[in-house]
Structures are given as structure tokens and as C-alpha cells.
Nanobody
């Protein structure tokens, strides 16, 4: 059974850092395009970052460029989202998603995790 599990969320002060993990079971993440998305209360889900399965290219939303970094550890079958200089507006539930096709820039991913809460507040 294909499963994605996010972890690493929590409460952090503005300016702080968190590293989210997206771990897969039942399939090898290295063969998949992985996207990170977030959804804040009362807002639509938005794409945050993506790493392409075919080129390894990394994409970031303008709102997180220079602060967030997506990376892949194939040995651990995990994709990370390193988040630095966090702001209150980064508060949201963060989801990872996977698809065998190059889906960066879309929401059309076949597998989704359950999400992890990130709260940025003093």
C-alpha cells in the first residue's frame, strides 16, 4: 500500500526554523515528483515547493523563495522541506504529495499525505 507520512511540524517563533519530512512506504520516492503544499485556515491550498522526478529541478513559490529548501534523501526514502526565517503567514497545514509524472506547478498528484501542522507565533 502506497503511503506518505509528513512529520516535523510544530510551534516555532517568527524567524525560527523547522524541517519537515515526507517519508514513503510502499514505493521508492526517488522515482516520483514530490510536491509540498500548504493550507491555512480559510484559504485555498497552495503549492510551496516541488522537485521533479525527471530533471531534479527544484521549484519554489515566490513567498518562500530564499527561505525554504526542498531536498531528497534516497537512502532514507524521504523528502525534506527545510524552512528558515519563518513568518506568521507561513502558518498552515503542510502536505506532501507524490506522482510518477512530472506534476510540478499543478495539484494533480496521485498520492497525498495526511499533513502536519506548522504554527509560527510568538
Amino acid at each position: 500500500q502506497v503511503q506518505l507520512v509528513e512529520s516535523g511540524g510544530g510551534l516555532v517563533q517568527p524567524g525560527g526554523s523547522l524541517r519537515l519530512s515526507c517519508t514513503a512506504s510502499g514505493f521508492t520516492l526517488a522515482y516520483y515528483t514530490i510536491g509540498w503544499f500548504r493550507q491555512a485556515p480559510g484559504k485555498e491550498r497552495e503549492g510551496v515547493s516541488c522537485i521533479s522526478r525527471s530533471t531534479g529541478s527544484r521549484y519554489y513559490a515566490d513567498s518562500v523563495k530564499g527561505r525554504f529548501t526542498i531536498s531528497r534523501d534516497s537512502a532514507k526514502n524521504t523528502v525534506y522541506l527545510e524552512m528558515n526565517s519563518l513568518k506568521p503567514e507561513d502558518t498552515a497545514v503542510y502536505y506532501c504529495a507524490a506522482d510518477l509524472r512530472d506534476r510540478c506547478g499543478t495539484y494533480q498528484f496521485g498520492s497525498w499525505g495526511q499533513g502536519t501542522q506548522v504554527t509560527v507565533s510568538s
